[in-house]
């Protein structure tokens, strides 16, 4: 019998360290007086969304008329204190280019959007660690997808995380296996095209800024519900999210500064060293191994 940890409990340790150990979000003070810096990130220069919900689950999981979120997680949520809740977001979100490593530049504002997010949080705040993990979800297959809580679920749980699930790409809701497919009573209603007009994802970091606010500083509704304002914000994403995180955090972060730290998984690109941000890149062997990521950004 072999006693190597299975792949998806490395990544599951790999992923909790660099949420908890080198950033030190979480822990407690050190005999010598050293704590956690406190949290500089404020969003202050993000917009805020209006937010709704929960959204009402109208079947039972797995019911073909899909009245329950997409992707409800299977994990008994209930025995662990926790539960699980949807809530949609709208507004108006600003168009950004990224360019390498630089700041992005605003090309258009004030495109009309709306999507959704999913909360999976302690039912308690008593159990809340104070730390919020947003996850980008990762819309390769054309729809979305939560490697990250697949993978950390049994520590986030653990240890009193928040885990937020954003769908922040077009693909995730308007591609043929999308949400609005999937469901149209529940998410017709969607839309992150600006009403047919942008083809493309350069509304997605707006709106993964949102996103964020919502949970970080809610002008209404609180996706956290009774749960106190959280701490610290930290983003992540797999393989083409973290893509999207990684430029997210060069260009965006400068000027959002709504995250806290950002952990790239399976991916990413070329980063900045001039930000305060922490950011932390796990990458397996075989990442490493078949060229996933160029020279420069394996350096």
């Given at each position: 019998?072999?006693?190597?940890?299975?792949?998806?409990?490395?990544?599951?340790?790999?992923?909790?360290?660099?949420?908890?150990?080198?950033?030190?979000?979480?822990?407690?003070?050190?005999?010598?007086?050293?704590?956690?810096?406190?949290?500089t990130a404020t969003g202050a220069g993000v917009a805020d969304p209006a937010v709704s919900g929960p959204v009402a689950d109208t079947s039972a999981v797995g019911d073909p008329a899909h009245g329950y979120p997409f992707l409800a997680t299977d994990v008994d949520l209930a025995a662990a204190g926790y539960?699980?809740?949807?809530?949609?977001?709208?507004?108006?979100?600003?168009?950004?280019?990224?360019?390498?490593?630089?700041?992005?530049?605003?090309?258009?504002?004030?495109?009309?959007?709306?999507?959704?997010?999913?909360?999976?949080?302690?039912?308690?705040?008593?159990?809340?660690?104070?730390?919020?993990?947003?996850?980008?979800?990762?819309?390769?297959?054309?729809?979305?997808?939560?490697?990250?809580?697949?993978?950390?679920?049994?520590?986030?749980?653990?240890?009193?995380?928040?885990?937020?699930?954003?769908?922040?790409?077009?693909?995730?809701?308007?591609?043929?296996?999308?949400?609005?497919?999937?469901?149209?009573?529940?998410?017709?209603?969607?839309?992150?095209?600006a009403g047919g007009t942008i083809l493309d994802d350069t509304l997605s970091y707006d709106v993964f800024s949102q996103a964020v606010k919502a949970v970080r500083r809610p002008a209404g509704v609180d996706p956290l519900g009774t749960l106190p304002p959280p701490s610290y914000v930290i983003a992540t994403g797999h393989s083409q999210s973290a893509g999207r995180l990684a430029n997210y955090y060069n260009g965006i972060q400068p000027l959002s500064n709504v995250l806290d730290a950002v952990v790239l998984h399976g991916g990413g690109g070329v980063l900045r060293t001039d930000l305060s941000t922490p950011v932390f890149r796990i990458n397996s062997e075989g990442d490493v191994a078949t060229g996933i990521l160029p020279a420069a950004a394996r350096a």
């Open positions: 019998m072999s006693v190597l940890p299975s792949h998806r409990r490395l990544v599951a340790f790999g992923l909790a360290g660099a949420l908890t150990v080198p950033i030190g979000l979480t822990a407690p003070a050190a005999a010598g007086g050293h704590r956690p810096r406190p949290s539960v699980e809740r949807e809530y949609l977001i709208s507004g108006t979100a600003t168009r950004y280019a990224t360019s390498g490593t630089g700041t992005a530049t605003v090309t258009s504002a004030g495109h009309p959007y709306s999507t959704r997010i999913v909360v999976r949080r302690p039912a308690s705040a008593k159990k809340f660690n104070g730390v919020v993990v947003a996850e980008w979800y990762n819309v390769s297959n054309q729809w979305d997808q939560e490697v990250d809580w697949f993978q950390s679920h049994e520590h986030l749980i653990q240890e009193g995380y928040a885990w937020v699930g954003v769908s922040a790409q077009r693909a995730g809701l308007h591609s043929a296996t999308g949400l609005k497919a999937w469901s149209p009573a529940r998410y017709g209603a969607l839309d992150l095209t």
